[in-house]
């Protein structure tokens, strides 16, 4: 189901939470809540924006990180095109599988009678 991208609709489905943001900054960083978390609702993505001192700048960013994450999530998958092994791969593998086969052989305990 294809997430809306527009951002005036996009707004309607987003909860904000505001927050002090943490760091150097000062009184005024430690006084406003600037930090904000945005929480698109129906596919439960969060984005956080502490970059700004201004709540609306935030605010603007933190959506736009929500936009971009389901303009990702709309992308519709590539389907995957099975391949053969090469005869490279092949060869390899089949030598892998003989030394092994060898290292095993070689654990295995020497019975007394067949060496007479």
């Not at 150097?24 to 700004?52: C, D, F, M």
């Amino acid at each position: 189901m294809p997430y809306t991208t527009d951002l005036e609709k996009l707004k309607e489905e987003v909860e904000f939470t505001f927050y002090k943001s943490s760091g150097p900054g000062g009184q005024k960083k430690n006084k406003t809540e600037s930090a904000v978390r945005a929480v698109h609702l129906p596919s439960r993505i969060t984005a956080i924006a502490t970059e700004h001192r201004s709540q609306a700048k935030n605010k603007e960013l933190a959506l736009r990180r929500i936009q971009k994450r389901l303009q990702a999530l709309n992308q519709p998958r590539k389907k995957r095109i099975p391949t053969q092994p090469t005869p490279g791969a092949l060869a390899r593998r089949e030598e892998e599988k003989k030394q092994h086969a060898l290292k095993k052989r070689r654990r295995q305990k020497i019975e007394v009678d067949k060496l007479e």
